[in-house]
């Protein structure tokens, strides 16, 4: 197993290599479609990262990446299942980018703050007038020679 490259990004602007001693594959039957083939070899591809261990992190990279992939983490425990190419290699590849990825979206720095603004003068007169004709043309919808006495 070779290293796991990241491309640069946000947050990671010369990029990152994981190394392959941190990076932990194991293989299983996978279930689905596969003809003759399907129950004897095993194709399915699990690729685990412990982010609490990696070596590449900084401790603010590996805060952020726990923090921001909390739903997808096994205790500190990163996992990414490949299992649709009938192909271990494909599976392999598939897992693999998948983590980049994930890896790559997680250490990007989070958006900037909204700044409130308030509509245009413009906008809410827009908007008035456009509730004004819509309760108009309700009213409308009311049967002729019935007075709403």
Do not use: C, W, Y
């Not at 590996?62 to 500190?76: D, E, I, K, N, Q």
């Amino acid at each position: 197993m070779s290293d796991l490259s990241v491309p640069p990004g946000p947050g990671i602007p010369e990029g990152l290599i994981v190394p392959a001693a941190d990076l932990r594959e194991r293989f299983a039957r996978a279930s689905g479609p596969g003809g003759q083939g399907v129950n004897t070899t095993d194709s399915r591809v699990q690729l685990s990262l412990d982010l609490a261990t990696a070596r590449p992190f900084t401790d603010a990279q590996r805060v952020r990446l726990l923090r921001r992939l909390t739903s997808r983490l096994t205790g500190t425990v990163l996992t990414i299942d490949a299992a649709e190419h009938r192909s271990q290699r494909l599976n392999r590849t598939a897992a693999r980018g998948r983590l980049a990825t994930l890896l790559r979206e997680g250490l990007a720095p989070p958006p900037p703050a909204r700044r409130t603004t308030r509509p245009s003068r413009r906008a809410i007169e827009r908007r008035l007038s456009a509730k004004r004709h819509r309760a108009e043309t309700k009213a409308n919808r009311t049967r002729p020679g019935r007075d709403a006495t």
